[in-house]
């Protein structure tokens, strides 16, 4: 059973200050800036051969071609590294991400932190960035922005959030029960987390939902695994399979099918009497149960046999 459907975050903390508003330094500042540093010849240059002097009139057209092209062909003008101040940069990361752009989003609130590491919006923009990345579905950047959020502040009140979004992160990766499961491990300990480290948030209440889904999905996978075993006549290892699911996973959907395949599994191996406790525990549990029935009428079968040898 794919659980693959998940909601996102809830309300993403708003910042308690209004961003000022700005732009990028203009191509015409930027072409400024390139004569600038161009015309800024050494006079020693001068002396110097009329070939060389070619060569360094070569470089500085490229430079200058180099400026022009900003924004056009090359590098994002928004993500290219331009001294901003922080209201600015991180105003424009915020219009990128309610645009949905959310990968330059991200980028630019890497570079509010990267140009104002000491400034107070530095921390809401490590944690914006780990949203924004979430948002454009890069889930291996979004957990290390948010595990690098918790690094270094550890006890910051939005905490709990960068937990739950690590979580979501592994949960919304989580695959088809016939492939590899440890996403689905992984998802199951960051929700466990996120419910044993703040009980009472709004992000607990989800996660607890989430790991029931998460659970089923992992006894699922006991049972593929199990069922598998058993056509094969594995019958050992397929009790080890649904053992795990009764014992580990037994307030799943699966639990009931379980019962019922160790009532099959038991009898196969010409064990009646284990047999006959599993069917016990799916009649006491699920006396209304499909399986319950199919275990009664299997042990009625197997008795009816003995009696007539």
Request: net charge positive; hydrophobic share 40%; proline share 5%.
């Amino acid at each position: 059973m794919s659980i693959r459907a998940a909601t996102r975050p809830g309300r993403l903390p708003e910042p308690r200050r209004r961003c000022g508003t700005g732009a990028a330094i203009p191509r015409s500042a930027q072409l400024h800036l390139a004569f600038t540093r161009v015309l800024a010849i050494d006079p020693a240059m001068l002396d110097r051969s009329p070939l060389k002097l070619a060569v360094l009139a070569v470089a500085m057209t490229g430079l200058l071609l180099t400026a022009g092209c900003a924004g056009r062909g090359g590098k994002n003008r928004d993500t290219a590294y331009v001294a901003r101040d922080v209201d600015t940069l991180y105003a424009a990361a915020k219009d990128r991400l309610d645009r949905g752009d959310a990968r330059q989003a991200a980028a630019l609130f890497d570079e509010v932190e990267r140009q104002h590491p000491y400034s107070p919006w530095a921390r809401r923009a490590q944690l914006m960035s780990a949203f924004s990345y979430y948002a454009a579905r890069d889930y291996t950047k979004a957990t290390q922005s948010a595990q690098r959020f918790l690094s270094i502040h550890p006890g910051n009140r939005d905490a709990p959030y960068a937990y739950y979004l690590i979580a979501l992160c592994y949960y919304e990766q989580i695959s088809d029960v016939t492939r590899d499961q440890k996403i689905t491990q992984q998802a199951k300990q960051a929700l466990t987390d996120v419910v044993r480290r703040y009980p009472n948030t709004r992000y607990a209440g989800d996660a607890r939902l989430k790991l029931d889904l998460v659970n089923d999905h992992l006894a699922g996978k006991e049972m593929t695994i199990g069922r598998l075993y058993e056509r094969t006549g594995r019958w050992v290892a397929a009790t080890l399979r649904f053992r795990n699911v009764v014992e580990n996973y037994e307030t799943t959907s699966h639990a009931p099918e379980a019962l019922f395949r160790l009532v099959e599994s038991y009898l196969s191996l010409g064990i009646p009497d284990e047999a006959q406790k599993a069917a016990a525990v799916l009649g006491s549990n699920y006396p209304d149960s499909e399986w319950y029935h199919k275990a009664y009428d299997l042990m009625s079968k197997h008795a009816a046999g003995t009696t007539a040898i």
